[in-house]
């Protein structure tokens, strides 16, 4: 089914309220880890991100039509550099600052890929420069990242440190939007998002096989709901928002990406217990909420 520009809206809702919910869901999961005094190290966020992601890589493959046959038609070492940007090295430096952060700070700070697609696309895909008034609302996001992490709050752990991990996770992200764009001309977004989650999946298993003799210990019934519900998460908003790439430009999804960290946002501040967002959270997020509806209208004006 093809999404019309009228429902585009939408579906990014659907995209934004499911990473969103992530954010608390992980929080979840450290939280029976420390319950259960399990200590979450590199080693096991590997694991634990290795079994979400190739569940639900291997879940997409499923439901793409011909996955072997595109797959052949497509550069695997593209491929792979795709698996390690959007998977591998997003989600080790994901898992990781929210091991020391709070859900909040990430849930907000996930606004920041947009601004690093307005900044890499010029050089790897040679679209436009930001124009004046569009590096004006990146500043006013910066100065809000900035906010963000002098006061985020109470349960904000290390905040400093978070939101460096946070702020790259994303520009990992930023770098697989632009490889994908190279993937889709051979192979349909749903196979790419599913070899994307599954390789990447992969590489963070091997990652943590410390971890593995207490894989038992780490994936309690609850723990391993929450995983699949995680890995449910991945498959269809990431399925979901890379098939919106096919269709729309880029930067008009970037614009659209305001929602996700409003969603975040509001779902781990209602969810995680013990994380009570500061006023440097409220003023950041509306800074960096401002800037990225500012950088939408002004891109369509431009266009």
């Known amino acids: 089914m093809k999404i019309s520009s009228r429902m585009l809206p939408f579906a990014v809702l659907a995209?934004?309220?499911?990473?969103?919910?992530?954010?608390?869901?992980?929080?979840?999961?450290?939280?029976?880890?420390?319950?259960?005094?399990?200590?979450?190290?590199?080693?096991?966020?590997?694991?634990?991100?290795?079994?979400?992601f190739m569940i639900g890589g291997a879940a997409l493959l499923m439901l793409a039509k011909q996955p072997l046959a595109e797959l052949r038609n497509t550069s695997l070492v593209r491929?792979?550099?795709?698996?390690?940007?959007?998977?591998y090295i997003q989600y080790a430096l994901f898992y990781s600052a929210l091991a020391i952060s709070s859900a909040v700070?990430?849930?907000?700070?996930?606004?920041?890929?947009?601004?690093?697609?307005?900044?890499?696309?010029?050089?790897?895909?040679?679209?436009?420069w930001p124009s004046r008034q569009q590096w004006g609302f990146i500043l006013v996001?910066?100065?809000?990242?900035?906010?963000?992490?002098?006061?985020?709050?109470a349960g904000s752990g290390?905040?400093?440190?978070g939101g460096i991990l946070f702020c790259l996770c994303t520009l990992s992200g930023a770098f697989a939007l632009i490889i994908l764009q190279k993937i889709l001309k051979t192979m349909g977004p749903k196979s790419a998002t599913g070899y994307g989650l599954l390789?990447?999946?992969?590489?963070?298993?091997?990652?943590?096989v410390s971890a593995w003799p207490e894989l038992q210990d780490l994936f309690s019934p609850k723990v391993i709901?929450?995983?699949?519900?995680?890995?449910?998460?991945?498959?269809?908003?990431?399925?979901?928002?890379?098939?919106?790439?096919?269709?729309?430009?880029?930067?008009?999804?970037?614009?659209?990406?305001?929602?996700?960290?409003?969603?975040?946002?509001?779902?781990s501040s209602l969810m995680v217990?013990?994380?009570?967002?500061?006023?440097?959270?409220?003023?950041?997020?509306?800074?960096?909420?401002?800037?990225?509806?500012?950088l939408h209208r002004r891109g369509l004006a431009e266009g």
Request: aromatic content about 14%; hydrophobic content about 55%; glycine content about 12%.
């Open 141 to 153: 996001g910066l100065a809000g990242v900035v906010f963000a992490v002098y006061r985020p709050g």
């Open 79 to 87: 491929l792979l550099a795709f698996a390690c940007a959007q998977t």
């Open 273 to 294: 217990s013990g994380e009570t967002p500061g006023y440097g959270i409220w003023l950041g997020g509306a800074l960096v909420v401002a800037s990225l509806i500012g």
């Open 225 to 267: 709901l929450l995983t699949l519900y995680l890995a449910f998460v991945s498959a269809f908003s990431f399925g979901l928002w890379n098939y919106l790439t096919s269709l729309f430009p880029v930067n008009l999804l970037a614009g659209y990406r305001f929602l996700v960290p409003v969603c975040a946002v509001i779902e």
């Open 199 to 208: 390789f990447g999946g992969i590489l963070l298993m091997l990652s943590g």
């Open 15 to 52: 995209c934004a309220l499911l990473w969103g919910s992530a954010f608390p869901a992980i929080k979840a999961i450290y939280a029976d880890w420390h319950n259960a005094g399990i200590e979450p190290t590199m080693a096991n966020r590997f694991v634990l991100a290795g079994v979400r």
């Open 158 to 161: 290390q905040a400093v440190l």
């Open 105 to 128: 700070l990430g849930g907000l700070l996930v606004g920041s890929g947009s601004i690093w697609w307005l900044l890499l696309a010029p050089l790897l895909l040679k679209s436009p």
